[in-house]
Protein backbone atom coordinates (compact mmCIF):
# COMPACT_ATOMS: atom_id res chain seq x y z
CA UNK A 1 0.00 0.00 0.00
CA UNK A 2 1.20 3.73 -0.93
CA UNK A 3 -0.08 6.72 0.69
CA UNK A 4 0.13 10.10 -0.78
CA UNK A 5 -1.14 13.18 1.56
CA UNK A 6 -1.78 16.24 0.13
CA UNK A 7 -3.78 19.82 1.24
CA UNK A 8 -1.53 21.43 4.33
CA UNK A 9 -0.88 24.25 4.18
CA UNK A 10 -0.99 28.10 5.88
CA UNK A 11 -4.19 29.57 7.30
CA UNK A 12 -5.53 31.76 10.18
CA UNK A 13 -6.47 30.91 13.11
CA UNK A 14 -10.66 29.76 12.98
CA UNK A 15 -10.24 28.66 9.08
CA UNK A 16 -10.57 25.64 7.36
CA UNK A 17 -8.07 22.95 5.83
CA UNK A 18 -9.37 19.81 4.06
CA UNK A 19 -6.39 17.08 4.25
CA UNK A 20 -6.72 14.56 1.59
CA UNK A 21 -4.76 10.75 1.55
CA UNK A 22 -4.83 8.94 -1.71
CA UNK A 23 -4.37 5.38 -1.28
CA UNK A 24 -2.79 2.71 -3.81
CA UNK A 25 -2.06 -0.75 -4.07
CA UNK A 26 -3.30 -3.50 -2.11
CA UNK A 27 -6.03 -1.35 -0.39
CA UNK A 28 -7.82 -4.63 0.37
CA UNK A 29 -5.43 -5.66 2.79
CA UNK A 30 -6.51 -2.01 4.87
CA UNK A 31 -8.36 -2.55 8.05
CA UNK A 32 -8.02 1.57 8.78
CA UNK A 33 -6.74 4.37 8.19
CA UNK A 34 -5.22 7.15 10.76
CA UNK A 35 -4.32 10.75 10.32
CA UNK A 36 -1.68 11.82 12.90
CA UNK A 37 0.70 14.63 13.78
CA UNK A 38 3.79 15.76 14.95
CA UNK A 39 4.47 19.33 16.33
CA UNK A 40 7.59 21.15 17.11
CA UNK A 41 9.56 18.99 19.88
CA UNK A 42 6.62 16.78 19.97
CA UNK A 43 5.65 13.09 19.86
CA UNK A 44 3.68 11.86 16.91
CA UNK A 45 0.48 12.32 18.18
CA UNK A 46 -2.94 10.27 16.85
CA UNK A 47 -5.91 12.60 15.63
CA UNK A 48 -8.44 10.46 14.05
CA UNK A 49 -9.19 7.50 11.94
CA UNK A 50 -11.43 5.63 10.37
CA UNK A 51 -12.35 1.33 9.48
CA UNK A 52 -11.79 0.94 5.83
CA UNK A 53 -15.43 -1.37 5.60
CA UNK A 54 -17.15 0.50 8.06
CA UNK A 55 -16.24 3.89 8.12
CA UNK A 56 -16.52 4.67 12.03
CA UNK A 57 -14.51 7.08 13.11
CA UNK A 58 -12.64 7.84 16.28
CA UNK A 59 -11.10 10.77 17.29
CA UNK A 60 -8.66 12.52 19.72
CA UNK A 61 -10.53 14.79 22.30
CA UNK A 62 -8.81 18.10 21.30
CA UNK A 63 -10.26 17.93 17.95
CA UNK A 64 -14.14 16.39 18.41
CA UNK A 65 -16.39 18.64 16.72
CA UNK A 66 -13.90 20.26 14.83
CA UNK A 67 -12.12 17.77 13.02
CA UNK A 68 -14.33 15.42 10.58
CA UNK A 69 -12.36 12.32 8.81
CA UNK A 70 -14.53 10.53 6.24
CA UNK A 71 -13.51 8.28 3.21
CA UNK A 72 -14.54 7.80 -0.25
CA UNK A 73 -14.31 4.46 -1.28
CA UNK A 74 -14.43 4.93 -4.91
CA UNK A 75 -11.11 7.01 -5.01
CA UNK A 76 -9.87 4.59 -2.42
CA UNK A 77 -8.96 8.54 -0.39
CA UNK A 78 -9.47 9.57 3.21
CA UNK A 79 -9.95 13.26 4.04
CA UNK A 80 -9.79 14.97 7.06
CA UNK A 81 -11.41 18.18 7.13
CA UNK A 82 -10.29 20.73 9.53
CA UNK A 83 -12.52 23.27 11.07
CA UNK A 84 -12.32 25.69 13.43
CA UNK A 85 -8.43 25.30 13.49
CA UNK A 86 -6.28 26.59 16.27
CA UNK A 87 -2.32 27.54 16.61
CA UNK A 88 -2.44 24.47 18.48
CA UNK A 89 -3.14 22.52 15.54
CA UNK A 90 0.26 23.42 13.83
CA UNK A 91 2.10 20.54 12.89
CA UNK A 92 3.01 17.91 10.52
CA UNK A 93 -0.03 16.11 9.49
CA UNK A 94 0.69 12.16 8.44
CA UNK A 95 -1.65 9.41 7.11
CA UNK A 96 -1.49 6.00 7.66
CA UNK A 97 -2.52 2.80 6.65
CA UNK A 98 -3.12 -0.41 9.18
CA UNK A 99 -4.28 -4.09 8.51
CA UNK A 100 -5.59 -4.58 12.00
CA UNK A 101 -8.25 -2.65 15.03
CA UNK A 102 -6.70 -0.29 17.57
CA UNK A 103 -6.90 2.39 14.65
CA UNK A 104 -5.94 4.68 17.84
CA UNK A 105 -2.53 2.83 18.62
CA UNK A 106 0.66 4.43 16.66
CA UNK A 107 2.22 1.42 16.75
CA UNK A 108 -0.08 -0.98 14.49
CA UNK A 109 0.71 1.34 11.79
CA UNK A 110 2.57 -0.07 8.85
CA UNK A 111 2.29 2.24 6.03
CA UNK A 112 2.66 5.73 6.17
CA UNK A 113 2.36 8.52 3.66
CA UNK A 114 4.92 11.60 3.61
CA UNK A 115 3.67 14.40 6.05
CA UNK A 116 1.98 17.87 5.14
CA UNK A 117 3.14 21.07 7.17
CA UNK A 118 -0.24 22.86 8.98
CA UNK A 119 0.32 25.59 10.07
CA UNK A 120 -2.20 28.09 12.14
CA UNK A 121 -1.68 31.94 12.54
CA UNK A 122 -3.06 33.44 15.38
Known amino acids: VQLQASGGGLVQAGGSLRLSCAASGRTDSIYGMGWFRQGPGKAREFVAAITWGSSRTYYVDSVKGRFTISRDSAKNTVYLQMNSLKPEDTAVYYC????????????????WGQGTQVTVSS
Open 96 to 111: AARASYRLRDITGYDR
